[in-house]
């Protein structure tokens, strides 16, 4: 027996009702990028790898042990958007341009993890960066527009999360102030947040490991590393998120895995995914423009999870589906049948038929697991006529109509 084949682990193949709800979920995307006035960049999978030690952070899980390297090359496969659409905008020069631009994504990532439901090696993120400007409305926009794309394609059960690092001085004090008060754990961490500790504190409010939550939950969320300015800044953003009715939940300790956020962070949660429960996060990036070689520009962004969005929302009725079915009498007409669903098709009406040499009886079995809307009985006697029989899948009522006919008369139905 022949070896059959199996996808990469941690890849997932979209069967054809998965891809029918990612595609609509992509539509849907494509038309709130619209309204809040974003634009598409379609960018590479290949970056250079010190892109992303650079712009996300050499200690971060992403840097260390998650980014797929080409053999031999210093090539990646892009793990996340952020750095990339970056990289695009300072090697266009597109700040001389314009000072203020928005994009979006949508599009493969990939990452070595360990593969588990919600977390895959490859998985697709729509994304958006915003690039120009440090206003709070942006942040509220930014949130807005991710909040959009979930409520739009019927995900309504999610918290809002939200905290600030504030800038690179409260950012660095804010780190000094969590190696300080964890120094005394040291022995009760895991392996990574051991590490950690040492090179990159804050890392460690991120680690899922269930000893480690423990004793980040028990510090004290009274010492605040802010400064009057960012301080300010996040009370009046939060008065915003207010004003615009956007539930949140100010989570002190949120930070996330890339070393390149200041001020604004953000994640979209969903408890119903389990461990995993990140359907999309964000913030600002003030800083990762200048130190990926450009000028002093900020910027903010977000990304969500498709496979995680698919993991929420059913897509057992969504299937595609045809409008008209072409079912012919006997075989020896199937011809004329052909002929009639090609015209259908250069109208511009979705139309299929049987390649499969079926009865009528089989045809017309074909056209329920289709959910074609009308079926077209093309028989012996009606073709003497010059006509056809339209069946309404819905009602169960047909009607004999010209074959001339045909096509304005679905085109005013369907």
């Known amino acids: 027996m022949k070896e059959v084949y199996s996808n990469i682990r941690g890849t997932f193949d979209f069967d054809p009702a998965t891809s029918f709800v990612f595609r609509k979920v992509e539509q849907i995307a494509l038309k709130i990028f619209k309204i809040f006035a974003y634009e598409e960049v379609i960018l590479p999978v290949l970056e250079e790898k010190d892109l992303f030690i650079k ?25 996340e958007g952020t750095a990339q659409v970056v990289r695009y905008y300072l090697q266009n020069s597109l700040y ?93 961490f ?68 890339l070393d390149y956020y200041t001020n604004t962070v953000f994640e979209i949660a969903s408890a ?36 995680r969005m698919l993991l929420l929302l059913d ?18 007409i199937a011809n004329v049948a052909f002929k009639i669903t090609n015209k259908l098709r250069q109208e511009g009406i979705s139309s299929d038929c049987d390649y499969t040499d079926k009865s009528l009886k089989g045809q017309l079995r074909l056209s329920q697991k289709y959910k074609a809307r009308y079926v077209v009985i093309v028989g012996e006697e009606e073709l003497k006529e010059n006509s056809i029989i339209l069946k309404d899948m819905q009602s169960s009522t047909q009607e004999k109509i010209a074959i001339n006919n045909l096509i304005v008369s679905l085109k005013n139905k369907i």
């Open 55 to 79: 712009g996300v952070g050499r200690s971060t899980d992403i840097v260390e042990r998650q980014m797929f390297k080409i053999e031999s090359k210093d090539i990646v496969l892009r793990p």
């Open 190 to 257: 895991c392996e990574d947040c051991v590490r950690r500790l040492e090179n990159n504190p804050l890392r460690i409010l991120d680690c899922k490991n269930t000893q480690c939550r423990r004793i980040v939950d028990s510090l004290s969320t009274e010492n605040s590393c802010l400064c009057e300015s960012c301080s300010r800044k996040f009370k009046d953003l939060l008065a915003l998120l207010r004003d615009l009715n956007i539930k949140f939940m100010h989570v002190p300790f949120l930070v996330r895995g």
């Open 96 to 188: 001389k341009q314009s000072d203020f631009h928005k994009f979006f994504y949508i599009g493969p990532m990939f990452r070595g993890e360990r593969p588990q439901k919600g977390r895959l090696r490859q998985f697709h993120h729509i994304g958006a960066e915003a690039i120009g400007s440090d206003s709070i409305y942006l942040d509220a926009e930014i949130i807005s527009l991710s909040l959009a794309i979930l409520n739009t394609v019927g995900i309504k059960e999610y918290d809002l999360k939200i905290n600030t690092l504030g800038c690179v001085r409260d950012r660095d004090e804010f780190s000094r102030y969590i190696k300080k008060s964890l120094a005394d754990n040291k022995k009760n």
């Open 272 to 307: 119903s995914l389990g461990s995993q429960d990140a359907i999309g996060a964000g913030g600002r990036y003030n800083n990762l423009i200048k130190s990926l070689g450009g000028p002093d520009i900020p910027a903010i962004g977000f990304a969500l999870g498709v496979e």
């Open 315 to 332: 897509n057992t009725n969504d299937r595609p589906r045809v409008d008209v079915f072409m079912a012919a009498s006997s075989s020896s």
